[in-house]
C-alpha cells in the first residue's frame, strides 16, 4: 500500500453560516464522510466558540476581517490540498453566498460541496457558480441601469408629489385653493 493510501483523507469547512447552523450540519457532515479528518476555517471572532467541536483536528482562523472573497486568499492554506472542502449555508440554495462559493476555489481540494439549512450535502459545481456568478451580475447591471433611467423620473414626480401634499397641509378653513 503507499503512503497516501494510508493517510486519511482531509476536509475543510468553510465556516459561512451561523455556529447554531453548524450545530445541526456538523454531525451529518461528519455522517456524509466517515474517515476524514476534518478542519474549519473561521474569522477570528468565531475562533473560540469553534474549540467546543472536539472532532475537528484543527481551527483555522482567516488572517482577513472582512468577508470571505477569492481576492483575500488564506496564506495558511497554500501549499495544502484537501479532499473536500465543505461550504455550509443558512438555506436550501445558497443563494448569498456566491462569495464564499468563489473563494472556496481559491483552496486547493479534488471536491467541493454544500451543505443547507437541512443539512443535504451535494456537490458544488464551478459551472454553477460560474452561472450563479453571471446571473449575480446581469441582475446587478440590470438594478443599476433601472435606477439610472428612473433617478430623472423621481425629479420629476417627487416635486409634484411634494407640492400637492404641502397644499393640503395649508388648512385656512376649507377654502378653495387659489
Not at 112 to 139: D, H, Q, T, W
Not at 152 to 162: D, G, K, N, S, T
Amino acid at each position: 500500500m503507499a503512503a497516501n493510501d494510508s493517510s486519511p483523507s482531509k476536509a475543510l469547512i468553510v465556516r459561512s453560516a451561523s455556529f447554531q447552523q453548524l450545530d445541526q450540519n456538523l454531525p451529518k457532515i461528519m455522517e456524509a464522510f466517515p474517515q476524514y479528518h476534518f478542519n474549519l476555517l473561521t474569522h477570528e471572532h468565531g475562533v473560540k466558540l469553534a474549540e467546543k467541536y472536539r472532532d475537528l483536528n484543527e481551527i483555522i482562523c482567516y488572517s482577513f476581517s472582512e468577508s470571505f472573497s477569492v481576492f483575500r486568499r488564506e496564506p495558511k492554506l497554500n501549499g495544502v490540498r484537501y479532499d473536500a472542502v465543505i461550504v455550509p449555508v443558512s438555506n436550501l440554495t445558497g443563494a448569498g453566498f456566491l462569495n464564499v462559493f468563489f473563494f472556496s476555489f481559491s483552496i486547493k481540494a479534488k471536491k467541493r460541496y454544500i451543505c443547507n439549512m437541512v443539512s443535504e450535502v451535494s456537490p458544488l459545481r464551478s459551472s454553477a457558480v460560474v452561472g450563479k456568478g453571471i446571473l449575480s451580475f446581469l441582475n446587478n447591471v440590470s438594478a443599476g441601469i433601472v435606477t439610472v433611467l428612473s433617478y430623472p423620473l423621481l425629479w420629476l414626480i417627487v416635486p409634484r408629489m411634494l407640492h400637492r401634499m404641502t397644499k393640503g397641509d395649508r388648512g385656512g378653513g376649507g377654502g378653495a385653493d387659489v
